[in-house]
């Protein structure tokens, strides 16, 4: 099996900066693409920002400028640094990783999501 282990939320003032980690463990042959998502309360889960293997990266719209997506390969870890923070950044941020196992036959990708951790913006 495969683990995603999500650090760093927590409270921070508005205009702060706050740095997540995702550290993905397990049962891995190879790592595709690994993704922040973030859920609001009442709201649905959305994409914030994807950083594939080879480092191409996508951002949502409410966070370019702000907040950097980056991965370290050798560790199988991913990063968000989220700055410049808003009120409307409060959710449980969630990791979320495609990645390719051996199995029987061959080689399957499989998608993991981290238990989450709580970003709150709040002065």
């Known amino acids: 099996q495969v683990q995603l282990v999500e650090s760093g939320g927590g409270l921070v003032q508005p205009g702060g900066s706050l740095r997540l980690s995702c550290a993905a463990s397990g049962d891995i042959f190879s790592i595709n693409v690994m993704d922040w998502y973030r859920q609001a309360p009442g709201k649905e889960r959305v994409l914030v920002a994807g950083?594939?293997?080879?480092?191409?990266?996508n951002y949502a719209d409410s966070v370019k400028g702000r907040f950097t997506i980056s991965r370290d390969n050798a560790k199988n870890t991913v990063y968000l640094q989220m700055n410049s923070l808003k009120p409307e950044d409060t959710a449980v941020y969630y990791c979320?990783?495609?990645?390719?196992?051996?199995?029987?036959?061959?080689?399957?990708?499989?998608?993991?999501w981290g238990q989450g951790t709580q970003v709150t913006v709040s002065s």
């Open positions: 979320h990783a495609v990645v390719a196992r051996v199995v029987v036959g061959g080689v399957r990708r499989f998608s993991y």
């Open positions: 950083i594939t293997s080879g480092g191409a990266t």
